[in-house]
């Protein structure tokens, strides 16, 4: 097939029992998750339920299906998993124990449904890009655009692919609007074109990024806000098939004002569509970590099928 000819394989090794296998696994998985917790909360409480929140962190963290089912079974008021919940998150969390426990230094509340919880790596300037487009003059050119978030919504509506990069990188294995791939997710092509552009397994699916105050109106069955992508959610349509799993789910992302010129895409594109959501994938190529610098965001767009990339209010095609 044409997927396997660009690169992406993987379709003819998905086999009836490694189906199986997995969904059985995942099933384990699940049960004993919520076992486990609904025992620490009996434990912890009597029995009686006025433990406010439950703070997740561990690679099964990222597990969204078994998120989903503990915050459904309402052990407790609220469910906290950072976006940084998987390794990437050790670094962190020493140097916070060696701030607060060694130093004394005061702790500084952060809200935690907030998208700018994520944003905590590096920011590059202009010269930065500039730096990044010498000499990829005869690969790459930059477009001049008066909105660059709204031409990244006509292009996406129109059904190209773009990236998007802004501000300080992601924290943690989501790519969260700012080093992001996105799509029109009312396109059902879109899930094999963005795999077939990342020269990924065909089957692999993508997750949704919607507005904040409009998530409740297009899906249902996940806590909100939910900025961080570890929950799933129930579609209350058929109109995203690119972003809709097998069994009617989406990992969703809500989008709020922090989370910089990436929301004001997601406006201009339910300015365009009246669908407040794109479909929302990792800036990155096959096996390769996500897009961190300008340099390799436009190396990416030197060498893959995408249509533009945008970095820091320029275009790029």
Same mark, same amino acid.
């Given at each position: 097939s044409e997927f396997h000819e660009s690169g992406a394989h993987g379709a003819e090794n998905v086999m009836r029992p490694d189906i199986d296998l997995a969904m059985t696994a995942q099933k =384990?998985?699940?049960?004993?998750?919520?076992?486990?917790?609904? =025992?620490?909360?009996?434990a912890a409480t009597s029995g009686k339920n006025d433990l406010p929140a439950l703070t997740m962190a561990g690679g099964g963290a990222l597990n969204c299906p078994a998120n989903s089912l503990i915050w459904g079974e309402e052990l407790f008021r609220d #469910?906290? #998993?950072?976006?940084?919940?998987?390794?990437?998150?050790?670094?962190?969390?020493?140097?916070?124990?060696?701030?607060?426990?060694?130093? %004394?230094?005061?702790?500084?509340?952060?809200?935690?449904?907030?998208?700018?919880?994520?944003?905590?790596?590096?920011a590059y300037d202009s010269a930065a890009v500039d730096a990044a487009l010498a000499g990829r003059h005869d690969a790459v050119q930059e477009v001049t655009v008066p909105d660059a978030a709204r031409d990244a919504a006509e292009a996406v509506a129109g059904g190209r692919i773009v990236a998007w990069f802004e501000g300080r990188s992601e924290v943690g294995p989501r790519a969260l609007g700012h080093r992001s791939i996105l799509a029109d997710p009312r396109d059902g092509t879109k899930w094999r074109e963005v795999n077939r552009v990342k020269k990924r397994e065909y089957w692999r699916p993508f997750a949704p990024a919607v507005l904040a105050e409009r998530a409740g109106d297009w899906f249902t069955g996940a806590p909100t806000p939910s900025p961080f992508m570890l929950f799933n959610a129930q579609l209350r349509s058929k109109e995203l098939p690119a972003i809709t799993h097998v069994d009617g789910s989406a990992r969703i992302q809500t989008v709020d004002a922090s989370c910089g010129g990436f929301r004001r895409v997601l406006e201009a594109f339910d300015d365009l569509t009246g669908v407040p959501v794109v479909m929302n994938t990792s800036f990155n190529g096959p096996g390769e970590p996500i897009v961190?610098?300008?340099?390799?965001?436009?190396?990416?767009?030197?060498?893959?099928? #995408? %249509?533009? =990339?945008? #970095?820091?209010?320029?275009?790029?095609?």
């Open positions: =384990v998985f699940e049960q004993n998750a919520l076992r486990t917790i609904s =025992v620490l909360r009996d #469910i906290y #998993i950072p976006p940084y919940c998987d390794d990437s998150g050790l670094a962190l969390g020493a140097a916070l124990a060696l701030a607060h426990d060694v130093l %004394d230094l005061p702790r500084q509340p952060m809200a935690a449904d907030r998208g700018e919880g994520a944003y905590l790596g590096l961190e610098t300008p340099d390799e965001a436009l190396a990416f767009l030197a060498t893959s099928e #995408i %249509d533009a =990339v945008y #970095i820091e209010g320029r275009k790029f095609t």
